[in-house]
């Protein structure tokens, strides 16, 4: 993943109210950051949050016992399954 100094070759624009751009400058200001390097590390930041939280699966006790049961009982193949597995390059 890039890092907010690494090479540019990619540009993004959008338009806001002056309040938010002043209150986001002041904050980069204070951080010691230009406004891009601000806005741009803040969106990497919350864009890897939001990743992260989309990628964890979550589960009680009960549902984690339950999907280990189902995962740990094997189970018939059904007619569709065996159908798709005498398909081309299933084996491969």
């Known amino acids: 993943m ?23 400058q002041e904050v980069a200001n204070s951080l010691g950051m230009d406004l891009s390097n601000f806005l741009i590390s803040t ?10 939280e989309e990628r964890v699966l979550m589960l009680s006790n009960k549902e984690w016992k339950n999907f280990q049961e189902i995962i740990n009982t094997p189970q018939k193949p059904t007619n569709e399954l065996k159908e798709l597995m005498k398909l081309e390059g299933f084996n491969e």
């Open 43 to 52: 969106a990497v930041q919350r864009a890897k949050e939001i990743q992260k």
């Open 2 to 24: 890039s890092r907010p100094n690494d090479l540019k070759d990619a540009r993004i624009e959008f338009k806001t109210s002056k309040d938010i751009k002043l209150l986001l």
